[in-house]
C-alpha cells in the first residue's frame, strides 16, 4: 500500500502541475466566463496563482480518496495539511524572494508553484505512510478544505484591497476590471 501511496501522490503532483497551468489560462481561454472565473486565475495577483494550486490538488484528494483514502485513517487531516502548506508557501516564498531582490523573475514565479506543490505532496506523503494524525476527527479537515473552496470563489468577486489580491500586472483587483 505505502508503494502505492508514493504513485499516487506523484500522480498527484503530475495533476495538480498541469492543472494549475491549464487554470492560469482558462478564464481568458473561456472568453472571460464568470463560470470559470471561480476556479482560474482572473488576475495575476498571488491570491489568484494560489487557487490554481488549490483547487487541483482538492479535486485529485477527491478522486484519489475514492481509491486509496480510507486506506489511511489521516487521509483528510494528511491533505489538509499539505494543501495549506502548499497555499501558504506560495505567498511566503514569493513576498520574501522578491521582498529581497527587489523585483521578480517570470520563471521564478513559476517555479514557486510547482515548489509548493511538491513539498504539499510530499508533506501528505509523510503524514499517510508513517501513519501521523494531528486531527481530532476526518469530517473537520475535510470541511476546512470546503470551506477553503467557497472563500476562493468568493474571493474571486470580492476581493480586499491588499497587496495579496492586487494584479501585479495592472494594479487592479478582483474580476471586474473597473473596480
Known sequence: MKRSLKLWQIGGFIFTGIGGVLLHFLYDWSGQSIIVAPFSAVNESIWEHMKLLFFPMFLYALIEYKYIGKDFGN????????TLTGLFLIPIIFYTYSGILGTTADWFNIAIFFIAAGVAYYL??????NEIDLC???????AVLCLTALLFVVLT????KIPLFRDMMTGQYGIFKGE
Open 75 to 82: 487521509f483528510w487531516c494528511a491533505e489538509l495539511i499539505g
Open 124 to 129: 501528505e506523503y509523510l503524514l499517510m505512510k
Open 136 to 142: 481530532k476527527s476526518p469530517n473537520v479537515p475535510f
Open 157 to 160: 468577486f470580492v476581493q480586499p
